[in-house]
């Protein structure tokens, strides 16, 4: 009885509060939204950013007020408005809402990019910075260039396990750079480990996605209660969170403290600590930032290089292209090396058309404003949830053209090199302003010379059905923060005798 006497008290206070505000304030368009609840359920359970798109278009506007039972959201769907707030006001628009499904209940509160703005943020950043800051990255090139190299072999002889094998290369390795970890061929529990993880960020990272974060006091029913399903999930994934972030970080101390030489990030770390400090303290402030390294670093690559290999499927003429530029710059008798980089224009386009055309995280990790601001002449409360809607600002006409066709040569001049003028979709798929991914170097020299090193040898083709008729993939993505191509079958042949060398030999 007591329960639902708060909670009257609380929705009362959420209709005066929204009420007051709508009478006084100026806000931008959006629907308009239920009586106390607002657009709770106006916010689609799959694929936000495209609600959110189709909203901005519908009401003329870059920039869309929703009213998450008494919580303002303000979506930016265009890069001028994200820039004139993410990034030229990054002063206050830096800090993270405390949701209470993916920080609270799930436990993500361990991974820095959802810390709340300020010094035990920044403590984290410097920590995680001085290892992958973009001059630092180099030194990982070896360990990325061998498992890039062992993917091709996999691609190969395991064409029907494809995207496992790209959680491989990708966890292999980071766990190596990371903690100094040499994972199993197969059933490795640690690559299990962070995929359990990863679903679990996925589900619960975007704001609104469910509905205890707009009504915080339905974290307090009885997990058993039929529409507490909620509660059940966060304590499954709560434990997988925590498995990941604790038994990685435990393997490598171990490996130190009986003396073994160990050569990884972890390490790097724990030595460094200063033995005045709280032993325990630092410990989490380790393992929260190689966390959110790990995550970041497996998942972005992943999602990235499947989209690579649908792109290439769907665009035959894109994969020949960029074939022929590898034959004339690197030849047929040995791999691309990541320092040819600069030379392979048409390469690197290919890799930020993946990035642009479907991105990993399609709605940035939402921000949080910490004082009232007026933009435009709209006013922007304090403690307003603000998402910058990175699919929109990816897919703006004005920008790129055709956007939903897949075409690197929007990054080219007419003379076939880079050009410095076009808008870089690596500004927008990595997160704004001050919480931009710090190991977005790493990722992106993972991602090229992957990419790379399958032009090179492998050609990308439809699978076969059993009658020998090509199987035709969808252009479909998952839900949620993290976004990835709905599984589909895809056929990789050698290109050349040489080809086929070059692969078995690595």
Same mark, same amino acid.
Request: hydrophobic share 40%; glycine share 6%; with cysteine.
């Given at each position: 009885?007591?329960?639902?006497?708060?909670?009257?008290?609380?929705l #009362?206070?959420?209709?005066?509060?929204?009420y007051?505000?709508r009478?006084r304030?100026?806000l931008p368009?959006g629907?308009?939204?239920?009586? #106390?609840?607002?657009?709770?359920?106006?916010?689609p359970?799959?694929?936000?950013?495209l609600?959110?798109e189709?909203?901005?278009?519908?009401?003329?506007?870059?920039?869309?007020?929703?009213?998450?039972?008494?919580?303002?959201?303000?979506?930016?769907?265009?890069?001028?408005?994200?820039?004139d707030?993410?990034?030229?006001?990054?002063s206050?628009?830096s800090?993270?809402?405390?949701?209470?499904?993916?920080y609270?209940?799930?436990?993500?509160?361990?991974?820095?990019?959802?810390?709340?703005?300020?010094?035990?943020?920044?403590?984290?950043?410097?920590?995680?910075?001085?290892?992958?800051?973009?001059?630092?990255?180099?030194?990982?090139?070896?360990?990325?260039?061998?498992?890039a190299?062992?993917?091709?072999?996999?691609?190969?002889?395991?064409?029907?396990?494809?995207?496992?094998?790209?959680?491989?290369?990708a966890?292999?390795?980071?766990?190596?750079?990371?903690?100094?970890?040499?994972?199993?061929?197969?059933n490795?529990?640690?690559?299990a480990?962070?995929?359990?993880?990863?679903?679990?960020?996925?589900?619960?990272?975007n704001?609104?996605?469910?509905?205890?974060?707009?009504?915080p006091?339905?974290?307090?029913?009885p997990?058993?209660?039929?529409?507490?399903?909620?509660?059940?999930?966060?304590?499954?994934?709560?434990?997988?969170?925590?498995?990941?972030?604790?038994?990685?970080?435990?393997?490598?101390?171990?490996?130190?403290?009986?003396?073994?030489p160990?050569?990884?990030?972890?390490?790097?770390?724990?030595?460094?600590v200063?033995e005045?400090?709280?032993?325990?303290?630092?410990?989490?402030?380790?393992?929260?930032?190689?966390?959110?390294?790990?995550?970041?670093?497996?998942?972005?690559?992943?999602?990235?290089?499947a989209?690579?290999?649908?792109?290439?499927?769907?665009?035959?003429g894109?994969?020949?292209?960029?074939?022929?530029?590898?034959?004339?710059?690197?030849?047929?008798?040995?791999?691309?090396t #990541?320092?040819?980089?600069?030379?392979?224009?048409?390469?690197?386009?290919v890799?930020k058309?993946?990035?642009?055309?479907?991105?990993v995280?399609p709605?940035?990790?939402?921000h949080?404003?910490?004082?009232?601001d007026?933009?435009?002449?709209?006013? #922007?409360?304090?403690?307003?949830i603000?998402?910058?809607?990175?699919?929109?600002?990816?897919?703006?006409e004005?920008?790129?053209?055709?956007?939903?066709?897949?075409?690197?040569?929007?990054?080219?001049t007419?003379?076939?090199?880079?050009?410095?003028?076009?808008?870089?979709?690596?500004?927008a798929?990595?997160?704004?302003?001050?919480?931009?991914c710090?190991?977005?170097?790493?990722?992106?020299?993972?991602i090229w010379?992957?990419?790379?090193?399958?032009?090179?040898?492998?050609?990308?083709?439809?699978?076969?059905?059993?009658?020998?008729?090509?199987i035709?993939?969808?252009e479909?993505?998952?839900?949620?923060?993290?976004?990835?191509?709905?599984p589909?079958?895809?056929?990789?042949t050698p290109?050349?005798?040489?080809?086929?060398?070059?692969?078995?030999?690595?």
């Amino acid at each position: 009885m007591e329960s639902l006497i708060l909670a009257c008290f609380v929705l #009362i206070g959420i209709a005066l509060r929204v009420y007051s505000q709508r009478r006084r304030l100026r806000l931008p368009p959006g629907p308009k939204g239920l009586p #106390i609840l607002g657009n709770v359920f106006d916010i689609p359970p799959k694929h936000e950013w495209l609600a959110y798109e189709r909203w901005g278009r519908e009401y003329g506007s870059d920039i869309i007020y929703l009213n998450l039972a008494g919580t303002p959201m303000v979506v930016l769907n265009s890069a001028q408005a994200v820039n004139d707030l993410l990034e030229k006001r990054s002063s206050i628009y830096s800090d993270r809402p405390v949701t209470v499904m993916a920080y609270e209940l799930v436990g993500l509160k361990r991974n820095f990019g959802f810390i709340p703005y300020g010094e035990i943020w920044r403590q984290h950043r410097r920590m995680f910075h001085q290892h992958f800051r973009l001059e630092n990255v180099t030194t990982y090139h070896p360990h990325i260039v061998e498992q890039a190299k062992d993917l091709l072999r996999r691609l190969i002889s395991q064409p029907e396990a494809f995207i496992q094998n790209l959680r491989l290369e990708a966890g292999t390795t980071t766990l190596r750079i990371m903690y100094g970890i040499d994972v199993q061929p197969e059933n490795d529990p640690y690559i299990a480990a962070v995929d359990e993880a990863i679903e679990a960020i996925a589900l619960t990272g975007n704001a609104g996605s469910y509905v205890v974060d707009a009504l915080p006091i339905l974290q307090y029913l009885p997990n058993w209660l039929p529409g507490a399903r909620f509660k059940r999930d966060a304590v499954r994934w709560h434990g997988k969170v925590t498995r990941m972030i604790t038994e990685p970080f435990e393997y490598t101390k171990h490996q130190m403290a009986e003396g073994k030489p160990i050569n990884c990030v972890a390490a790097s770390l724990l030595s460094a600590v200063d033995e005045k400090q709280d032993e325990n303290h630092a410990d989490v402030t380790i393992q929260n930032a190689l966390f959110t390294g790990y995550v970041g670093g497996v998942d972005t690559t992943v999602s990235s290089l499947a989209s690579f290999i649908l792109a290439m499927i769907l665009h035959p003429g894109v994969q020949h292209a960029a074939q022929m530029e590898l034959d004339r710059v690197v030849g047929r008798d040995r791999l691309p090396t #990541i320092e040819e980089r600069n030379s392979l224009p048409y390469v690197t386009a290919v890799v930020k058309e993946c990035l642009r055309w479907h991105p990993v995280t399609p709605l940035a990790v939402p921000h949080r404003v910490t004082v009232d601001d007026e933009y435009r002449g709209y006013h #922007i409360s304090a403690g307003s949830i603000v998402v910058g809607n990175a699919w929109a600002v990816l897919h703006d006409e004005t920008r790129y053209p055709r956007p939903a066709l897949f075409d690197p040569t929007r990054y080219l001049t007419p003379d076939g090199q880079l050009d410095k003028s076009a808008p870089d979709p690596t500004e927008a798929c990595f997160g704004f302003g001050r919480r931009i991914c710090p190991g977005r170097h790493f990722a992106l020299d993972s991602i090229w010379i992957s990419v790379a090193c399958i032009l090179a040898t492998i050609n990308i083709g439809k699978a076969l059905d059993e009658t020998s008729l090509p199987i035709e993939p969808k252009e479909e993505y998952t839900p949620g923060l993290l976004s990835h191509p709905v599984p589909f079958k895809a056929n990789f042949t050698p290109r050349s005798e040489a080809a086929e060398v070059l692969i078995n030999e690595a």
